[in-house]
């Protein structure tokens, strides 16, 4: 008998009848002894719809209030989920985020998981329920209900496996399991079955959908087995993301794991400012403060005692980021020009085998410059190189570096 959690994207659970499905897939494992936790997002398309709602009423909403109407799209989906559990003879309890006792921080719209008392789910769990736990969501220190951000219910799934010390964590969602790049731009895109948690965590911090990037962060700081598996798919095996150290050495695995992309980001330039110390505080100190993640920096040193600084953020916080910096900043630092740029898309190469393996970086910059892809910006780590480039070139770029590294199905 195992302890599994097991995590049901949106779409996974987008009407009754999916939702029916789900429960059944739970009964079977139910049968085999296994003792399980589920947790569900809402109903595909409900967040979108409770956010929309609160823009009618006011155009910027309220970001605790906000927190309270988006919170309850899971809250539907674990009632509906206990109740399927239940038609099928099946013990079951559904529990929102606060009642658990998932404790966040305040940060309303992306707090961060503290603490989760699991004294109830385990009771439960050995009188014989199936436990249902909204993702997504929690409560601060003050009770407010608080929400993790985009794709929290992974990062929820993965927390309570880690807190249980669970078997295994299955991310059930539209997908069987995590691909070499999206298969909706290069059809030819393989399925891996296994991939390390540092691949893993590289694609999904350059833009992969397949996991939200904290949940990979969770499973590799405590150590949770993770698989991503489709929920329309009644067999396979889907992708075991795992630990590098535990696995042999294959001298045949292959040099790039993945090709990432993400056209969320949004480049904002600071030029002409003093070249001193503390300028890059002075920049990036404001816009921390304000909640903003920053993602790619760069700064350029010029010849005449000043300095360009760039860095990315997220498409939808340019304007608030480039609004704090010509209020705050940019009279302090005597910047000559602040300016965003929204069209550009960030393309990324990740592999473990990169560590071993010369001409990476050379071989990517040579296939797009082939196809007259100019690169704006690089980043580079052990195993990824990142690039930004114009947004209208990033399927392209997609296809050809996946091409080029020879990561086609067989």
Do not use: W
Not at 64 to 92: F, H, N, P, W, Y
Not at 312 to 333: C, F, S
């Amino acid at each position: 008998m195992a302890l599994i959690v097991q995590k049901y994207g949106g779409t996974s659970v987008a009407n009754p009848e999916r939702i029916r499905n789900v429960a059944k897939r739970v009964a079977r494992y139910r049968a085999m002894g296994h003792q399980i936790v589920v947790v569900v997002s809402a109903m595909s398309g409900e967040t979108n719809r409770l956010i929309s709602l609160a823009k009618e009423i006011m155009p910027e909403p309220d970001p605790r209030e906000l927190d309270v109407m988006v919170s309850t799209g899971e809250q539907v989906t674990i009632g509906m989920t206990a109740l399927a559990l239940m038609e099928l003879g099946i013990k079951a309890k559904s529990y929102t985020g606060a009642q658990v006792k998932i404790l966040t921080n305040d940060a309303f719209g992306k707090a961060r998981i503290l603490n989760i008392d699991d004294h109830n789910i385990k009771n439960d769990l050995n009188d014989g329920f199936v436990v249902v736990v909204a993702g997504f969501q929690g409560a601060d220190g003050n009770g407010n209900i608080t929400t993790l951000g985009r794709g929290g219910s992974d990062t929820t799934g993965v927390a309570l496996a880690a807190a249980l010390k669970a078997d295994e964590c299955q991310i059930y969602t539209d997908v069987d399991g995590v691909y070499t790049t999206d298969p909706r731009i290069v059809p030819e895109a393989r399925r891996l079955d296994k991939i390390t948690f540092e691949e893993m965590l590289e694609l999904a911090s350059q833009g992969s959908k397949v996991l939200q990037i904290r949940s990979v962060e969770f499973a590799g700081k405590y150590k949770v087995k993770l698989r991503v598996l489709s929920s329309f798919e009644d067999e396979g095996d889907g992708t075991l993301i795992t630990f590098e150290e535990n696995e042999g050495t294959n001298m045949e695995e292959p040099i790039i794991s993945g090709i990432a992309f993400n056209r969320d980001e949004a480049k904002i330039t600071v030029l002409g400012v003093p070249d001193k110390p503390g300028i890059a505080y002075q920049i990036l100190g404001p816009i921390a403060e304000a909640n903003i993640d920053v993602d790619m920096i760069i700064q350029n040193t010029g010849a005449d005692g000043t300095t360009d600084f760039t860095f990315t953020v997220h498409k939808n916080e340019m304007n608030k980021a480039l609004g704090i910096l010509r209020d705050k900043v940019q009279g302090h630092i005597n910047a000559r020009e602040i300016s965003g740029d929204d069209k550009i898309a960030k393309v990324a190469v990740v592999g473990v085998g990169m560590r071993s393996h010369v001409g990476i970086a050379s071989q990517m910059f040579r296939t797009l410059a082939e196809e007259g892809i100019n690169i704006q910006m690089i980043s580079t780590s052990e195993i990824k190189i990142a690039v930004v480039i114009e947004e209208k070139y990033m399927e392209l770029a997609v296809r050809v570096l996946h091409k080029a590294f020879e990561l086609e199905g067989e």
